[in-house]
């Protein structure tokens, strides 16, 4: 069976689940007891076919639609009150992992705008450093003709300046996330200038010999801040995908549902970036062991992805 035909067959059974799920809004309770037990019917059936899709059309366009509204229907299915522990136990422990995964094509997507430019800028600035170190604020390049560095917080200002960083590193992820409704240009223009800035201030600082510095001061909170500008910045894509891939949604149906998945994805990455900006007030300007900070960065760094890729995922027995 063709895709054309696997979809054709069963179009009309997937949008009738659209509209049951439009008008519950959240709250199956809004349906009629007829509408309810055709809900049930038709989840299940939608997520038959999304086995069926998985198997045979894993990288089809139509697979992540369905796999969206199954998701979406899944919400609806299972859903209780706000309040209930069980449901904020599934919605930490199943949902959110899994819907960050779900977006793990988007997010590969934005690692690689950030990281190409990251790696072209310092290598350009290593062979050009003078033409490099033009790209640098002012007050950056005095620090650097004077041998030292701009990363020094005196302990004192570590509290005020805390939440200061975090509050930039929060604004440029939903900016991120936000610039998915430009068709993704403004996403993409922001990995990209995030990414080849970093290069550049590190080719440069490594042609001053201040690079151990850099790398001391960052080990504590760079990889988990620079894994959430990744990820909001999938997420982001993931609406420009909806915006110009619709698909056999309308472009409002298709956002809704896209957005609902990227905005989970924010709910994790805003308290990581309140984590990173909190080590990189306090910790990573302290004179503590270079190895402590390492230490500090691998773990929170390690505890985020493996939380991503390895929670909520079904166990073997369950799965068969």
């Known amino acids: 069976m063709t895709v054309d035909r696997f979809v054709e067959d069963r179009r009309a059974r997937w949008a009738r689940l659209e509209n049951l799920i439009s008008e519950a809004n959240g709250r199956v309770e809004r349906l009629a007891p007829s509408d309810v037990l055709e809900l049930g019917r038709l989840y299940r ?20 639609r369905l796999n969206d509204l199954v998701a979406t229907a899944h919400a609806l299915v299972y859903s209780e009150a706000p309040t209930s522990g069980r449901r904020l136990r599934r919605f930490f422990l199943h949902e959110l992992p899994s819907s960050v995964r ?22 350009i600035g290593l062979l050009l450093p003078e033409i490099a ?15 030292r560095l701009w990363t020094d ?46 290069g550049t201030v590190l080719a440069v600082v490594q042609g001053y010999g201040l690079s151990g510095g850099l790398l001391t001061f960052t080990a504590a909170h ?65 004179d503590a062991p270079i190895a402590l900070k390492v230490t500090v960065g691998v773990v929170v760094g390690l505890a985020l992805w493996s939380y991503i890729f390895l929670v909520g995922r079904p166990s073997r027995k369950s799965a068969s």
Request: charged share 15%; hydrophobic share 55%.
């Open 45 to 64: 059936s939608a997520s038959s076919d999304l086995a069926v899709a998985r198997r045979d059309f894993a990288l089809d366009a139509a697979t992540e």
């Open 222 to 286: 760079g990889p988990l801040e620079i894994s959430c500008i990744v990820l909001s910045g999938g997420a982001g894509l993931r609406l420009a995908w909806a915006l110009l891939r619709p698909g056999d949604r309308s472009r409002r149906d298709a956002l809704r549902l896209a957005g609902a998945q990227a905005i989970r994805v924010m709910l994790l990455i805003i308290p990581a970036l309140g984590v990173a900006g909190i080590l990189e007030a306090f910790l990573s300007p302290s």
């Open 133 to 147: 170190a033009t790209a640098l604020p002012p007050e950056t390049r005095q620090h650097l003709a004077e041998r």
């Open 102 to 123: 779900a977006n793990s094509r988007f997010t590969a997507v934005s690692l690689a705008a950030f990281a190409i430019p990251l790696l072209a800028t310092f290598a």
């Open 153 to 198: 917080i005196p302990e004192g200002y570590r509290p005020l300046v805390g939440p200061l960083i975090i509050v930039n590193n929060v604004r440029v992820a939903v900016a991120a996330f936000a610039g998915g409704l430009t068709a993704g240009a403004l996403t993409l223009y922001l990995l990209v200038a995030n990414g080849a800035f970093l």
